[in-house]
């Protein structure tokens, strides 16, 4: 009988632990559509406009910047949006510190001036920082290594004047764009910018084929979870 005990002691003690253990940190959900950017010329001021892929993504850095309560991180440690999210998000001042942090600009070498000028409709508008920059001509640098704190995979997908692309990843946060009025699309640079586009869609493409099954899986699973259905 205490040999019974014992072994079911071994039995029982990690379900125990898998219970009373706290969740796991928010994770990132970085297979879905990708984030976007446009950059462009406001008068004298550079004018970024970056928006999130899907409303789980913004859900994510909400709880990475603990901008939503614990007990909304689930416990294999996704975070389902909720309506109000982007409130709590937007109303939180990490999340401008955040911003102001992972969208930097710079011109001839010296560092832009950055300001959030709107948060106001995340989901459809996303964010916009103006940047007044020290030398009035050449190329803007801009640097957007958004979201790719939480997870390597997410990518911005940029656009410029006269037809230029961009795409930002954490191996290539920054890029250089040519503001001026003369910005010319060009073949050469519908070119670039497809080769650019291209090669991340043939590699979110594969991912996609690997994870299908797995993908699928977790998306009912999270339904499951938040309906409470199977």
């Known amino acids: 009988m205490p040999r019974m005990h014992r072994l079911l002691g071994l039995l029982v003690a990690p379900v125990v632990v898998g219970v009373l253990a706290p969740p796991p940190a928010a994770e990132a959900h970085p297979f879905g559509p990708p984030q976007t950017a446009e950059v462009s010329a406001a008068g004298d001021r550079v004018q970024v406009r970056w928006r999130f892929g899907a409303t789980d993504d913004l859900s994510y850095l909400a709880?990475?910047?603990e901008a939503l309560p614990p007990e909304r991180v689930l416990l294999?440690?996704?975070?389902?949006?909720?309506?109000?999210?982007?409130?709590?998000?937007?109303e939180d001042p990490a999340f401008h510190d955040y911003v102001g942090q992972h969208l930097l600009a710079s011109r001839a070498g010296q560092p832009c001036t950055g300001e959030v000028e709107s948060v106001d409709d995340l989901p459809e508008q996303g964010v916009v920082v103006a940047f007044d920059c020290p030398a009035a001509t050449?190329?803007?640098?801009?640097?957007?290594?958004?979201?790719?704190d939480l997870h390597p995979a997410?990518?911005?997908?940029?656009?410029g004047p006269g037809g230029q692309r961009a795409v930002y990843a954490t191996?290539?946060?920054?890029?250089?764009?040519?503001?001026?009025?003369?910005?010319?699309?060009?073949?050469?640079l519908e070119a670039s910018a497809a080769r650019q586009i291209g090669g991340v869609l043939l590699g979110l493409g594969a991912l996609g084929a690997l994870g299908a099954g797995g993908g699928w899986w977790l998306r009912r699973r999270r339904r499951v979870v938040a309906t409470g259905t199977a």
Request: aromatic residues 6%; glycine residues 10%.
């Open 63 to 65: 709880a990475a910047l």
């Open 138 to 148: 050449g190329p803007v640098s801009v640097t957007i290594d958004m979201l790719t």
């Open 154 to 159: 997410y990518r911005t997908l940029a656009t």
């Open 171 to 188: 191996d290539a946060p920054r890029h250089e764009w040519e503001l001026s009025p003369t910005a010319a699309g060009g073949d050469e």
């Open 76 to 90: 294999d440690g996704a975070v389902l949006y909720e309506a109000g999210d982007e409130e709590l998000l937007t």
